[in-house]
């Protein structure tokens, strides 16, 4: 199955974004929604964060029955730390979008992301629902792709298609990331729709499966947001048969590749980055172990700007290893960076530093450690910190 | 007790530091020694990270007897993964200085700092220690405080004194650090001496009582260094009667007041910092959930990217406050910036933003966040994340 970085058509929803005025830009779309033809199978997940925005809480209690209609995503104000009249603003929004679909007020599902702290205008909001829900197509994921981008450079999509029984079922999606990105379930804003018919239950268990190897394996600055949101829709219009043993797994591969291209797409673009990097750490004694390591070495300062300066720090690498609080013997790590051995039994191996360093030059590359201690391993996809994600963040109001 | 920002005279100590020719720079000092003039009580903290340099593995098996007579720390390389040749090398410095001041090898701590995976020249470290040997004075913390640094700045002493039962005693100290400053139980390299007779365990229930508002309540990067290391010495040269009660506890009090205030001078001059921030959190219902907020805080870097740009952007505090894994009511969280109330009762107070923007254009201020859960309390030290961090650290190789 191939991934397309672009959007797609399925039977059974619709899609669109306008510029509804709740950002300060005049004219960028801000306001997205995404509609199905009936309730249909949902799930989602969330941030974990102590202090959650009004929307995901009123999108976590509209999930409790595992079906959803719409899902209405705005920019430009997170609707978060606005105690009771955010959680009432996020209820109107819902009916807004319920009234002009016609369906219940819960099977609406709210998201924001944009400034804390800030109520946004319910009046402009309503007009640009109406504008909104005028203007739905099938080919609208581009649209509303576009209206939930806030420091991203571009929209974030993929597709593909699987076969499932004879049935073909396709599987879209979109996000927007760039900053505050460690998700610990889930990123900060990501949507992905199918046709194929799965009943909620099994969506649940599809979603807790896909997301330790896609939104939950990467990281641009470490942060987490108040608003992180992932939501998964199958509208069941592609008529395939009840899914159960191969079928279901092949959906599982199909929905986690979108996911995962989603998410190495946000690191992509995250604030400032100029490279791309995947941290893979082999022969650890557990996953857990081996993803330990790889996060402190994703979110070190010091690994990160030395990515951006294309230099092959190993002492950097070793201490972000160091410190991860995990187990392993110095003398037996193996390191390769940019596919480049650069350490192994204990020792730097310093003529290979210059050949690693010309090759980390490039705009992906990947480094890799080898425990020797066991057989588990790990992957976190990270970016640099370069001179622009501090331009970005010193001069942005989030 | 006043704590002063120079080197002090102590009974019992002299000094030195000179150019070894360790590091590139030719000319510039890179070894330095402390020598007591007999064996004397001693303790010490080291990294937690599971690559720890030799001469971290040495010094905390010579430490195990409760006292050293010297000190030996050198900058320009870290000896760190360097397999046995480097403990070899470790070893063979100890007994280098111990040959030239005339004391037993396991009474010798050895310290090294910059570039992992290298060995420094003993021939030339065997040299310099002769030199520095020649040069031994009582004036000399300076000296040896210069040739510590790597990406530092200045050097960084204090000093202080205090009476204890009648007698006046004297503590001085120094530190170096700038990057991979979050010490989990010590600092890069810090040094802290004093005159008072105290005998070893009183030493080590002293050090393990100041960390953790000293030199465990800093950070500058949130990454540990593989050979973080400091050493306190006490000569007994003042003649103190021996030590309980009151006076323990203003000994505890003075080193502990010298300890804050060198982790406060590495903050403050922590690679491309142009910030101090004190965060404090307050109203926690144990210490440890304090700590682990304002670390977060501290940690995040799209807080202190928010710091650099003077932006009082309380969006990036309530998430790194909500993402430490902390139960707290953000209904009752209420959070003071540069002294401007910014946040109360689940409210951004957004007419007070413009004021505490322009109290941030100082160079040190405070963030403090109350819960309103309990009466703990926690604070930490940072500072910024500037260009100037991702300059020095994209060209630096360490």
New interface residues.
Partial sequence: MEIRLEPAVLAGFRFAGVAAGLRSEPGRKDLGIIVADAPVSAAGVF??????AAPVLVAQDHLRSGRLQAIAANSGS?N????KAGIRLARDSCAALASAVGCEIELVAPCSTG????LYDLEKYRAGIANAAATLKPEGLTDFANAIMTTDTHPKLASTTAGLGGTRITIAGCAKGA??IEP?MATMLAFIVTDAAVRPPQLRTVLKNVLPRSFNAITV??????NDTLLLMASGAAGNRALSGRDLQKLEKAIGDVAATLGRELVRDGEGASKLVTIEVRGARSEADASKIARSIA????VK??F??C?P????I???????????D??RLEVSLAGIKI?S????E?EALAEAAARMKEREFALTLDLKMGKASARVITCD???D???I???Y??
Avoid: Q
Wanted: glycine share 14%; proline share 3%.
């Fill in positions: 941030t974990t964060s102590r202090i959650k997170a978060c730390f606005t105690g400034v804390i702290g800030h900053g505050m610990r600055d470490g942060d987490m947001s108040t979110n070190s300062p010091l700007t030395a951006f300066g230099d720090n190993f002492g950097r070793a201490m972000a290893a160091g410190k991860a609080g995990v187990e392993f110095p003398e350490a039994r204990g020792a730097l310093v910190l370069s001179y994600y501090v331009k963040n010193a001069e109001t989030t």
